[in-house]
């Protein structure tokens, strides 16, 4: 049984940061390139970031360039999303997802095979 559990979210005014963590099991974490998406409410899910399955290759969406960081340890199957200089509109519900596909180019929800649950990340002015 394939799952992905996120934490570290929570409550941040803006300018912090927050790091976000997503802890794998029941697929091999070392092939699967890994993604960051988040879910404001009323919208769709928004790609922020993936990293390849060796962690050569990140990919980050425009909005949070320069802001954020991902990284990943393959020997605790967890990948991680640091979150600097938050603003009000990086609210919403922040996901993991896997791609078994290993190159870390996909930044679609659709393209990812297994997702977490998400985490709640909330910034205040």
């Known amino acids: 049984q394939v799952q992905l559990v996120e934490s570290g979210g929570g409550s941040v005014q803006a300018g912090g940061s927050l790091r976000l963590s997503c802890v794998t099991s029941?697929?091999?974490?070392?092939?699967?390139?890994m993604g960051w998406f988040r879910q404001s409410p009323g919208k769709d899910h928004e790609f922020l970031s993936a990293i390849s399955a060796s962690a050569d290759n990140t990919y980050y969406a425009d909005a949070v360039k320069g802001r954020f960081l991902i990284s990943r340890d393959n020997t605790k199957n967890t990948v991680y999303l640091q979150m600097n200089r938050l603003r009000p509109e990086d609210t919403g519900v922040y996901y993991c997802?896997?791609?078994?596909?290993?190159?870390?180019?996909?930044?679609?929800?659709?393209?990812?095979?297994?997702w977490g649950q998400g985490t709640q990340v909330t910034v205040t002015f």
């Open positions: 997802a896997s791609d078994r596909h290993g190159m870390g180019w996909a930044d679609d929800w659709d393209e990812y095979d297994y």
């Open positions: 029941g697929l091999p974490f070392g092939s699967n390139a």
